[in-house]
Each structure stands twice: as structure tokens, then as C-alpha cells.
């Protein structure tokens, strides 16, 4: 408790947009190496850079939705660094005037509601990517990131621990993700975040020697990396052994170590001046208007209409409101059905269930919220018994069957013939009269072992509740 820790983000997210943000070469994760690359995005002279419209327009909504000043007049300027993934030689970014500036975001975390100040948004090219192979002891590029639009959160060191970190960015997430700037796919690289951390002396007003973990892109690694290296610059105030340096760090996750890469950089190191090859954008305030009158319906927003229209419990309305896949579904379901707790049911259940034994990300699911509604709506009518629809669903969910001629096509509607239920119940208690006796005897448990015995002779067709109303006919005479 002698000490405190100070962290300060800095947030990459690329935006969701078709091209590039200087060319017409694709943005889209996922194709060949260098297929999306030509002269002006590798850097070649003599060729221009074009600015991307939507990237500017999805650079304001980011200082929208986290309550940032837009700025009216935006420039572009040169970050000049030699790395192997950025042929240019520089990187084009925003240092004198970025686009958006002043913002805040509210989180909540054990210890309470808790305002994080961002000091500015600006909108940057990316770099390439390195593929280091170790069976060639080589590393080779990857140009296809060279140029995709993101833009860089910069918060104030308004942290104190990992806990409001995982928050804030859980947060940014959710709000970048539901307003369409970005998928925020961390796996992919379209989110990850420089760490700074510093530790001082509690009621110092000073800071402390600051060091930066570069690319994190794991809310586990992050709150890993946060652990160790506060307790790595407590341990060298407190013992002198280790001197600390202003310096870039890489975390590694398998060694749960951070290890030094080089000294932190300055403004002054990277020699920032203006793109004369960038004109400034005008951004008026009707252009602000008019992005803004186009915004979709957010997180937050979502989750208030959940509790208020459909009455969904707050854990389901927080769960649901996580993923805007997950909600996506949801809402489509809704415009089929009124039954939206039996919805949130089947989504919450038994889809997140199938997505974890897929091994899949929730936020890559597409199901169709009408197929769902038929299921409910299937279930209701007594047509097919639950068993059978969470076959249905899961067949929704691998192939997106259609639910009634599934039905037709496998034989799976429900038997609600009750001379026949009546028969296998019968028969089920003649082979197990032992059984019988035990219910007699006040073991109520024994209904459930009958009606095990008796779905299975119908092949799990039969209707529960009548299966269940003749049982406890029978054993109650019997």
C-alpha cells in the first residue's frame, strides 16, 4: 500500500472500412500474403496518397460515441521511422491537429463508477506485419496491413489497476463495435493496446519512470503483463537492484515475463512535419450532424430497452448486450416472436453452449432469428418436445437447416397419443416393478426414471408433461 500505480492507454483499433486508407487496395483480414498491396500503399514514389472518406466519417463516430470535441480542421502528418514492415519509411498520422480530442468514458468495476479521460483520438495508416519463421531462421513481410485505416485511443493515466483496464477496454469494445467503427476482433489484430505503467510513492504527485508493453492484443495477457511489471518497478524501488528505464517492453505470455526491446522513443525521434501530399479536411458541423443522425443503437442503449420493452432480467440484458452479434441475433428474433425471455433462453443457453464445444468466437455466429422464433413457436404448439428442438437449433446453428422440413424429413414430431403413451407407461412399470415399490415407499425421484424409459421407447418423441400426468395416474392406483 506504500505505493500506486499510474497506466495510461493507448488503444489501435482498424476501422471497418472496404479499401485502405490511402488507396483503393482491400482492407479485408484473412487473404494472402501481399495480395492487397500496390505502388501507393507499399510506398512507391511518385504515387499519392488519397484520403478515404468513410475512414474520416468512422473516425468521428469513434469521438462520438466516447464523448470526444470534433475537431473542425484536420491535418495529416509524417512519423518517420525505418522498419522493415513499413516500406515508406514513415508512417502517415495525426500529431498537430487529430481529428477528435477531450473525451471521456465512464466504467464501472468493483470499486464503483469511475470516469477514464481521453486525451485525444487520431486517425494513422497501419504497418505491415512481420512473420518470423524458425525453421528458416528468417523473418519475411506481409504488406496487406500496410495503409488499413485505424485510429489511436490515447487515454490520460487515469488507471490505477488491471481491473479498470479490462473495464475500459471491454467498454471501447462495445462501443466501437455496436456503432459499426470496427469488429474489434482482438485475435486478429483490429484491437490491441500499448500499456504505460509507472509506479510512485503514495500522495506523490510525480510520476514515475514510465515503460510501455507495445501490441497487447489478450485481456488475459494484459492483465498478466499489468501484474508483473507493477510489481517488477515496485520491487526495483523498494530493493535498488534494478534500475529503471524509459523503455519498450515485449510480453511474453508463455514465460508470464516482460522483456526489453529498446529505449522509448520521444516526438523528437520520429522528426514529425506536415504531408504536403494531404491537404487539411474541412469537417463542418452539418457533416458532424448528419453522422451522428445515422448512428445505430448502442450497447448501453440496447441494454436499457431489453429491461424496459421486454422485461429480460439485468444478467441477461448484460450478457446479451456483450456481443453485437449476439444481440443482432436477439433483435431479429424478436421481430417473430413475443417471447423474449424464452429467446434470451435459447441464446444464452444453448448457443453459447455450441459455440464453446465448436470452439468458436461468438462474435463470428450468424443465425437466423426467424428459424429461432419457429422453434419456440414449434415447442409452444406441443409440436416437438424440448429434446427434439435443441436438436433443431443445433442443426439451425451448424447448417442452418430449415426447422419444419427438418422436422418432416427425420420424423421428430412429438407423440401426443395418449392410448399410445399410455401403453409404453404400462409396460415400463410391469418391467419395473421393483421401482414401483420405491415410489410407493415415497421416493418421488422414480417419475424421472420412468419417463427416461419411456421417451426412450418413443425415441424421444413423447410429450413430457402427458408422459408425466400419466405416470403419476398409474403409480398413484397402482
Not at 270 to 289: C, G, K, Q, V
Request: proline share 3%.
Amino acid at each position: 500500500m506504500k505505493y500506486e500505480v499510474v497506466i495510461g492507454l493507448e488503444v489501435h483499433v482498424e476501422l471497418s472500412t472496404e479499401s485502405k486508407l490511402f488507396c483503393s487496395c482491400s482492407a479485408k483480414f484473412g487473404a494472402d500474403a501481399n495480395e492487397n498491396v500496390c505502388p501507393a500503399c507499399i510506398g512507391m514514389p511518385g504515387y499519392p496518397p488519397v484520403t478515404n472518406r468513410k475512414a474520416i466519417e468512422l473516425g468521428i463516430v469513434s469521438g462520438l460515441v466516447t464523448n470526444c470535441e470534433i475537431s473542425n480542421t484536420i491535418t495529416f502528418d509524417k512519423k518517420n521511422y525505418y522498419y522493415p514492415d513499413l516500406p515508406a519509411g514513415y508512417q502517415i498520422t495525426q500529431l498537430f491537429n487529430p481529428i477528435c480530442q477531450n473525451g471521456y468514458i465512464d466504467i464501472q468495476t468493483s470499486q464503483g463508477e469511475k470516469r477514464i479521460k481521453i486525451k485525444q483520438i487520431h486517425i494513422e495508416e497501419d504497418a505491415g506485419k512481420l512473420v518470423h519463421d524458425s525453421f528458416t531462421d528468417s523473418s519475411l513481410v506481409d504488406y496487406n496491413r500496410t495503409s488499413v485505416p485505424l485510429v489511436e485511443i490515447v487515454s490520460m493515466p487515469d488507471f490505477s489497476n488491471a481491473e479498470e483496464v479490462i473495464a475500459y477496454l471491454e467498454k471501447l469494445r462495445a462501443l466501437l463495435t455496436f456503432s459499426g467503427v470496427s469488429d474489434c476482433k482482438m485475435q486478429e489484430g483490429s484491437m490491441r493496446a500499448d500499456i504505460n505503467i509507472s509506479v510512485r510513492e503514495k500522495g506523490s504527485q510525480k510520476l514515475g519512470t514510465r515503460t510501455e508493453m507495445k501490441n497487447m492484443n489478450s485481456f488475459k495477457a494484459i492483465t498478466r503483463a499489468i501484474e508483473y511489471e507493477s510489481q517488477r518497478h515496485i520491487d526495483a524501488l523498494e530493493t535498488g537492484v534494478e534500475e529503471l528505464v524509459q523503455e519498450t517492453r515485449r510480453w511474453d505470455d508463455n514465460k508470464n515475463q516482460s522483456f526489453s526491446m529498446r529505449s522509448k522513443e520521444n516526438a523528437t525521434d520520429y522528426r514529425y512535419f506536415p504531408n504536403a501530399e494531404l491537404m487539411p479536411i474541412i469537417i463542418d458541423d452539418a457533416w458532424i450532424s448528419k453522422v451522428k443522425f445515422g448512428l445505430p443503437e448502442l450497447a448501453h442503449e440496447k441494454y436499457e430497452r431489453y429491461l424496459s420493452d421486454y422485461k429480460l432480467p439485468e444478467q441477461d440484458s448484460r450478457i446479451l448486450t456483450t456481443s453485437k452479434a449476439l444481440t443482432d441475433i436477439f433483435d431479429e428474433t424478436m421481430k417473430h416472436t413475443d417471447r423474449p425471455k424464452e429467446a434470451a433462453n435459447w441464446l444464452l443457453v444453448e448457443l453459447m453452449n455450441l459455440v464453446k464445444v465448436e470452439s468458436k468466437s461468438i462474435d463470428d455466429i450468424q443465425m437466423d432469428g426467424k428459424k429461432i422464433a419457429k422453434i419456440i413457436e414449434l415447442v409452444d404448439q406441443k409440436t416437438i418436445n424440448r429434446t427434439t428442438a435443441k436438436e433443431i437449433f443445433a442443426e439451425i446453428f451448424k447448417n442452418d437447416v430449415n426447422p419444419e422440413e427438418y422436422i418432416e424429413k427425420h420424423g421428430l414430431g412429438m407423440v401426443s397419443d395418449e392410448n399410445a403413451l399410455l401403453e409404453a407407461a404400462k409396460l415400463a412399470l410391469a418391467e419395473n416393478q421393483k421401482s414401483v415399490a420405491e415410489y410407493k415407499e415415497g421416493n418421488q425421484k422414480v417419475i424421472g426414471f420412468f419417463v427416461g424409459i419411456i421417451m426412450r421407447k418413443m425415441n424421444g418423441k413423447a410429450d413430457p408433461a402427458m408422459v408425466n400426468q400419466i405416470l403419476k395416474k398409474l403409480l398413484d392406483e397402482a
